[in-house]
Protein backbone atom coordinates (compact mmCIF):
# COMPACT_ATOMS: atom_id res chain seq x y z
CA UNK A 1 0.00 0.00 0.00
CA UNK A 2 1.32 3.31 -0.93
CA UNK A 3 1.78 6.03 1.65
CA UNK A 4 1.99 9.82 1.87
CA UNK A 5 4.33 11.88 3.74
CA UNK A 6 3.12 15.44 4.82
CA UNK A 7 4.17 18.33 6.89
CA UNK A 8 2.03 18.85 9.87
CA UNK A 9 1.66 22.66 9.33
CA UNK A 10 2.36 25.35 7.01
CA UNK A 11 1.58 29.06 7.08
CA UNK A 12 0.95 31.33 3.92
CA UNK A 13 0.26 34.83 3.61
CA UNK A 14 -3.19 36.04 2.18
CA UNK A 15 -2.93 36.83 -1.59
CA UNK A 16 0.80 34.22 -2.51
CA UNK A 17 0.58 31.09 -3.28
CA UNK A 18 0.13 28.07 -1.53
CA UNK A 19 2.47 25.18 -2.33
CA UNK A 20 1.91 21.58 -0.40
CA UNK A 21 4.57 19.07 -0.58
CA UNK A 22 3.69 15.53 -0.63
CA UNK A 23 6.17 12.60 -0.49
CA UNK A 24 4.71 9.04 -2.00
CA UNK A 25 7.82 7.11 -2.81
CA UNK A 26 5.90 3.70 -3.06
CA UNK A 27 3.63 4.79 -5.45
CA UNK A 28 2.50 2.14 -7.72
CA UNK A 29 2.48 2.89 -11.51
CA UNK A 30 -1.91 2.50 -11.63
CA UNK A 31 -2.21 4.99 -8.38
CA UNK A 32 -3.44 8.17 -8.26
CA UNK A 33 -2.50 10.93 -6.43
CA UNK A 34 -5.58 12.71 -4.61
CA UNK A 35 -5.96 15.91 -2.66
CA UNK A 36 -9.00 17.09 0.00
CA UNK A 37 -9.22 19.24 1.99
CA UNK A 38 -10.79 19.79 5.47
CA UNK A 39 -12.25 22.93 6.82
CA UNK A 40 -13.00 23.21 10.19
CA UNK A 41 -15.83 20.96 11.37
CA UNK A 42 -17.14 20.00 7.83
CA UNK A 43 -16.88 16.90 5.79
CA UNK A 44 -13.46 17.02 3.93
CA UNK A 45 -14.05 18.74 0.02
CA UNK A 46 -12.33 16.69 -3.19
CA UNK A 47 -9.72 19.69 -4.44
CA UNK A 48 -8.17 17.67 -7.55
CA UNK A 49 -6.13 14.38 -8.71
CA UNK A 50 -3.71 12.98 -10.78
CA UNK A 51 -1.54 10.07 -12.22
CA UNK A 52 1.37 11.62 -14.41
CA UNK A 53 0.74 15.37 -15.74
CA UNK A 54 0.17 17.84 -14.19
CA UNK A 55 -3.31 19.24 -13.32
CA UNK A 56 -5.55 22.66 -13.39
CA UNK A 57 -9.20 22.95 -12.23
CA UNK A 58 -10.81 26.14 -10.56
CA UNK A 59 -9.64 25.27 -7.18
CA UNK A 60 -5.52 24.57 -7.11
CA UNK A 61 -2.81 23.07 -9.63
CA UNK A 62 -1.65 19.67 -8.93
CA UNK A 63 2.71 19.26 -9.91
CA UNK A 64 3.58 15.48 -9.80
CA UNK A 65 7.10 14.84 -10.63
CA UNK A 66 8.67 12.69 -13.13
CA UNK A 67 9.25 9.92 -11.06
CA UNK A 68 6.04 10.52 -9.26
CA UNK A 69 7.35 9.97 -5.66
CA UNK A 70 5.89 13.58 -4.89
CA UNK A 71 3.74 16.44 -5.71
CA UNK A 72 2.68 19.72 -4.82
CA UNK A 73 -0.54 21.27 -4.48
CA UNK A 74 -0.60 24.94 -5.42
CA UNK A 75 -3.14 27.23 -4.28
CA UNK A 76 -2.39 29.81 -6.87
CA UNK A 77 -3.85 33.06 -4.87
CA UNK A 78 -4.36 31.42 -0.97
CA UNK A 79 -7.80 33.35 0.44
CA UNK A 80 -8.49 33.21 4.31
CA UNK A 81 -10.87 30.58 3.60
CA UNK A 82 -8.38 28.33 2.33
CA UNK A 83 -7.31 27.62 6.32
CA UNK A 84 -7.78 24.10 6.21
CA UNK A 85 -6.38 20.37 6.59
CA UNK A 86 -5.04 19.54 3.54
CA UNK A 87 -5.14 15.75 2.98
CA UNK A 88 -2.76 13.87 -0.17
CA UNK A 89 -3.69 10.48 -0.58
CA UNK A 90 -2.71 7.62 -3.04
CA UNK A 91 -5.77 6.23 -4.36
CA UNK A 92 -5.62 2.14 -3.19
CA UNK A 93 -7.03 -0.12 -5.87
CA UNK A 94 -7.94 -3.21 -3.02
CA UNK A 95 -11.09 -4.35 -3.81
CA UNK A 96 -13.55 -1.91 -1.34
CA UNK A 97 -11.69 0.57 -3.28
CA UNK A 98 -10.24 1.92 0.10
CA UNK A 99 -8.99 5.34 0.94
CA UNK A 100 -6.45 6.03 3.72
CA UNK A 101 -6.22 9.30 5.00
CA UNK A 102 -3.16 10.30 7.05
CA UNK A 103 -2.69 13.44 9.54
CA UNK A 104 -2.81 15.99 6.73
CA UNK A 105 -1.12 19.43 6.22
CA UNK A 106 -2.78 21.90 8.34
CA UNK A 107 -2.40 25.20 6.67
CA UNK A 108 -2.73 29.20 7.95
CA UNK A 109 -3.77 31.41 5.52
CA UNK A 110 -2.79 34.80 7.61
CA UNK A 111 -4.00 38.10 6.51
CA UNK B 1 -26.68 16.43 -9.14
CA UNK B 2 -25.39 14.25 -6.39
CA UNK B 3 -26.01 15.20 -2.72
CA UNK B 4 -25.27 13.42 0.21
CA UNK B 5 -27.10 14.01 3.73
CA UNK B 6 -26.39 13.15 7.47
CA UNK B 7 -28.57 13.04 10.15
CA UNK B 8 -28.36 14.15 13.14
CA UNK B 9 -25.62 16.92 13.12
CA UNK B 10 -24.81 16.56 16.36
CA UNK B 11 -26.09 14.12 19.68
CA UNK B 12 -25.21 13.78 22.88
CA UNK B 13 -25.91 10.04 24.24
CA UNK B 14 -25.61 8.89 27.51
CA UNK B 15 -22.96 5.46 27.91
CA UNK B 16 -24.61 2.59 27.34
CA UNK B 17 -27.68 3.71 25.40
CA UNK B 18 -28.11 2.91 21.24
CA UNK B 19 -27.08 4.43 18.41
CA UNK B 20 -28.53 4.99 14.84
CA UNK B 21 -26.52 7.50 12.27
CA UNK B 22 -28.47 7.53 8.94
CA UNK B 23 -26.78 8.75 5.40
CA UNK B 24 -28.93 8.94 2.50
CA UNK B 25 -27.43 9.99 -1.16
CA UNK B 26 -29.58 11.09 -3.77
CA UNK B 27 -28.49 11.63 -7.65
CA UNK B 28 -27.09 8.24 -8.33
CA UNK B 29 -27.33 4.90 -8.26
CA UNK B 30 -25.42 1.79 -6.90
CA UNK B 31 -22.73 4.35 -5.64
CA UNK B 32 -20.11 2.90 -2.87
CA UNK B 33 -20.63 4.05 0.86
CA UNK B 34 -18.40 4.72 3.39
CA UNK B 35 -18.36 5.37 7.12
CA UNK B 36 -15.39 6.88 8.81
CA UNK B 37 -14.54 8.27 12.63
CA UNK B 38 -12.50 11.47 13.29
CA UNK B 39 -11.06 12.10 16.72
CA UNK B 40 -10.80 15.75 18.01
CA UNK B 41 -7.36 17.11 16.21
CA UNK B 42 -7.10 13.54 14.34
CA UNK B 43 -7.04 12.06 10.41
CA UNK B 44 -10.17 10.08 9.30
CA UNK B 45 -10.43 6.36 10.46
CA UNK B 46 -12.61 4.02 7.99
CA UNK B 47 -14.87 1.96 9.50
CA UNK B 48 -17.02 0.17 7.51
CA UNK B 49 -17.52 0.47 3.44
CA UNK B 50 -20.39 -0.91 1.27
CA UNK B 51 -20.29 -1.59 -2.74
CA UNK B 52 -24.31 -2.58 -2.84
CA UNK B 53 -27.19 -3.23 -1.02
CA UNK B 54 -26.41 -6.07 2.14
CA UNK B 55 -22.60 -5.79 1.92
CA UNK B 56 -20.67 -4.37 4.30
CA UNK B 57 -17.33 -4.53 4.83
CA UNK B 58 -15.46 -3.93 8.73
CA UNK B 59 -12.11 -2.35 8.76
CA UNK B 60 -11.38 -2.30 12.58
CA UNK B 61 -12.94 -4.19 15.60
CA UNK B 62 -15.72 -2.32 17.55
CA UNK B 63 -18.84 -1.89 19.16
CA UNK B 64 -20.31 -0.31 15.92
CA UNK B 65 -22.11 -2.14 13.02
CA UNK B 66 -22.86 -1.15 10.01
CA UNK B 67 -26.23 -1.64 7.32
CA UNK B 68 -27.39 -1.09 3.88
CA UNK B 69 -31.14 -1.83 4.06
CA UNK B 70 -31.47 0.02 0.29
CA UNK B 71 -28.85 1.13 -2.66
CA UNK B 72 -28.48 4.46 -1.29
CA UNK B 73 -28.85 4.65 2.22
CA UNK B 74 -25.84 3.67 4.64
CA UNK B 75 -27.02 3.16 8.81
CA UNK B 76 -24.47 3.47 11.30
CA UNK B 77 -25.51 1.31 14.63
CA UNK B 78 -24.43 0.73 17.97
CA UNK B 79 -26.20 -1.20 21.01
CA UNK B 80 -24.50 -0.17 23.28
CA UNK B 81 -22.39 3.51 23.16
CA UNK B 82 -18.81 3.84 25.25
CA UNK B 83 -17.12 6.67 25.85
CA UNK B 84 -14.47 6.09 23.22
CA UNK B 85 -17.17 6.34 20.51
CA UNK B 86 -17.35 9.98 20.43
CA UNK B 87 -16.48 11.71 17.49
CA UNK B 88 -16.60 13.47 14.59
CA UNK B 89 -18.94 10.64 11.72
CA UNK B 90 -18.59 11.25 8.33
CA UNK B 91 -20.27 9.09 5.49
CA UNK B 92 -18.62 9.03 1.88
CA UNK B 93 -20.06 7.86 -1.67
CA UNK B 94 -18.11 7.61 -4.74
CA UNK B 95 -18.30 5.70 -8.17
CA UNK B 96 -16.84 2.11 -8.53
CA UNK B 97 -14.06 3.71 -10.98
CA UNK B 98 -10.92 1.60 -9.69
CA UNK B 99 -7.90 3.94 -9.19
CA UNK B 100 -10.28 6.85 -10.14
CA UNK B 101 -12.24 6.95 -7.25
CA UNK B 102 -13.23 10.48 -5.89
CA UNK B 103 -14.99 10.79 -2.74
CA UNK B 104 -17.37 12.99 -1.69
CA UNK B 105 -18.34 13.72 2.05
CA UNK B 106 -21.79 14.29 4.26
CA UNK B 107 -21.54 17.32 6.56
CA UNK B 108 -20.82 14.76 9.26
CA UNK B 109 -22.96 13.91 12.86
CA UNK B 110 -20.93 14.90 15.66
CA UNK B 111 -21.44 12.61 18.68
CA UNK B 112 -20.85 13.46 22.23
CA UNK B 113 -21.07 10.51 24.70
CA UNK B 114 -21.18 10.89 28.22
Known amino acids: ?111 | SQTIHQWPATLVQPVGSPLSLECTVEGTSNPNLYWYRQAAGRGLQLLFYSVGIGQISSEVPQNLSASRPQDRQFILSSKKLLLSDSGFYLCAWSFDLGPQETQYFGPGTRLLVL
Open chain 1, 1 to 111: DAKTTQPPSMDCAEGRAANLPCNHSTISGNEYVYWYRQIHSQGPQYIIHGLKNNETNEMASLIITEDRKSSTLILPHATLRDTAVYYCIVSLNTGGFKTIFGAGTRLFVKA
